[in-house]
């Protein structure tokens, strides 16, 4: 989780940051409390990664990480 203050808004925002240690040209994506999507690459890469790609590997991700949070089941 991550959170950045608003200095304009005097405001915080808060939300989830998930990336690939294994595929950091990948960058990482952010999504926020307010269900805001945002996916940043370093240009250093120069690396272009399909949206449906991005998707999957988030979805992976963030599924992986709510099973591991989960109680396991009786």
């Known amino acids: 989780m991550t959170v950045h203050p608003d200095e304009i808004a005097m405001t915080a925002i808060a939300g989830l940051a998930v ?3 294994g595929r950091p040209e990948r960058g990482t994506v ?3 409390d307010e ?3 945002l996916w940043l690459v370093d ?3 120069g690396q272009f990664v399909a949206v449906p790609e991005v998707a999957e590997t988030v979805a992976d991700v963030l599924l992986a990480t709510v099973s591991a949070a989960l109680p396991p089941l009786r």
């Open 30 to 32: 952010y999504v926020d």
């Open 35 to 37: 269900r805001e999507l």
């Open 43 to 45: 240009p250093a890469y």
């Open 19 to 21: 990336t690939n240690p």
